[in-house]
């Protein structure tokens, strides 16, 4: 089963590769090389694609977006990400949680948020769930006593007041609006007892610290941020009391963002092995002529051929099923990591010296495929996660 990509989608996807080779490829390499990772958000970038309706892509046509699908989602991001991750990525966030506004917001949040994050072009979000003492506690969870999400949500009249620390949220002091899982029963399990808000990113009591200084992904940083006596208005909850972690749950239990953003690193990979082994001459003709060097090749291309097929199977799935099984995705998130492994050993192989060189173009593909190799969790807890839903 596969997708059938119609002329609007394929359109899509042509403006987004032909902005990226166009604006982001000249300037990607000098962005990532600074050595601040502070200086590293491509905030021009972001205005840019917003301009052309990128950033806006999953609101409704009311907002001026086109609802976009989940196919349509994967299909943009695997095309950007053959070009630079990181960009692409900061479009797929804004994606990620305008879609949460639309799916679970209630009509004051949809009329307000929405209507701020359209207007603006510069307008990004984040997801802050993990904390420093809260990671896979998070993700799994085992729902141990006191374990997980610990930052505090108290009711004061109509507001809750938010204490405490997050840390590794993606685009934290570059966003302008906050999605913040904050425990509002402390004495249940974190699955039980968390709620989520959207808070304002400039709220009083709100301060930044570090950015991290991640090796990859060094365009999409990474922050912690400190909540002192932060009074969010009660009507900013988004999904229920203590229903956090369940309504998140069910919006992206069909994510195919993990897939395609490894499809597009892998795809870019295979490209520079390939035309290394056509450039490079040893035993008197290209490499790519001699069958160990060719079947190194083949075996990457059948790595990257299987999972874009997977990928466009849980995506017409997706659409088409209307139990759609829940493993499809985390399979997919699962077999994205082998199959970078596998391409990024095999495509270093292939270059031989030169693949361990700094200015090898495989180099920046390498790191930024390897610092996601956890997004949404490692793949130990998929694979935990998974157990429970085998027949
Ligand atoms: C690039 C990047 C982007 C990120 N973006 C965000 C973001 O936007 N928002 C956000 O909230 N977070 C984000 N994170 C955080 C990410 O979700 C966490 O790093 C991840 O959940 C793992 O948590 P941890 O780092 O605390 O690892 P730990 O929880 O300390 O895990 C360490 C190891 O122990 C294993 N482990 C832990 N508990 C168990 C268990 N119960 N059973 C078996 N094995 C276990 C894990 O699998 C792992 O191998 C990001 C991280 C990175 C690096």
Not at 116 to 130: G, K, P, Q, V, W
Not at 288 to 304: D, F, N
Request: net charge negative; hydrophobic share 40%; aromatic share 8%.
């Amino acid at each position: 089963m596969s997708v059938q990509f119609t002329a609007e989608q394929l359109a899509w996807r042509d403006l987004a590769r032909d902005f990226f080779e166009r604006e982001v490829r000249p300037v990607a390499a000098e962005i990532d090389a600074r050595p601040d990772p502070q200086d590293c958000y491509p905030g021009e970038l972001v205005e840019k694609l917003s301009k052309i309706g990128l950033r806006t892509l999953a609101l409704p046509k009311q907002y001026g977006g086109i609802n976009a699908d989940a196919a349509t989602k994967a299909l943009l991001l695997m095309t950007m990400c053959e070009v630079e991750a990181g960009t692409a990525k900061i479009m797929s966030q804004c994606w990620k949680v305008s879609q949460v506004i639309v799916e679970a917001g209630t009509d004051l949040q949809q009329e307000k948020f929405l209507r701020e994050f359209a207007a603006d072009h510069r307008y990004t979000t984040s997801i802050l769930m993990t904390e420093p003492n809260a990671g896979s506690d998070n993700i799994l969870p085992y729902n141990a006593p006191g374990a997980g999400v610990a930052l505090t949500a108290i009711p004061d009249g109509d507001c809750y007041v938010l204490n405490g620390t997050k840390c590794l949220n993606s685009l934290v002091s570059f966003s302008k609006l906050l999605l913040v899982y904050a425990r509002t029963d402390p004495s249940r399990p974190v699955r039980q007892g968390t709620s989520t808000f959207l808070v304002p990113a400039d709220l009083p009591g709100i301060t930044y610290g570090e950015v991290h200084d991640k090796m990859g992904f060094r365009l999409y940083p990474n922050g912690e941020t400190f909540f002192a006596d932060v009074r969010v208005p009660a009507e900013y909850m988004i999904g229920g009391l203590n229903a956090g972690f369940d309504t998140f749950s069910q919006i992206f239990r069909g994510s195919l963002e993990i897939p395609a953003t490894y499809l597009g690193i892998c795809k870019a990979m295979y490209r520079i092995a390939l035309d290394h082994a056509k450039g490079r001459i040893q035993g008197g003709k290209p490499i790519v002529e001699h069958q160990a060097v060719g079947t190194m090749l083949a075996e990457i291309a059948m790595a990257i051929d299987t999972l874009e097929g997977y990928l466009w199977d849980t995506a017409w799935h997706l659409q088409n099923d209307r139990q759609f099984d829940a493993k499809k995705t985390r399979f997919g998130k699962m077999f994205a990591a082998d199959c970078f492994v596998k391409c990024m050993v095999l495509g270093l192989e292939v270059m031989g010296g030169a693949g361990i060189m700094r200015d090898n173009p495989m180099e920046k593909l390498i790191r930024d495929g390897l610092t996601f190799l956890h997004g949404d969790g490692t793949n130990s807890l998929t694979k935990l996660r998974v157990v429970p839903l085998l027949a």
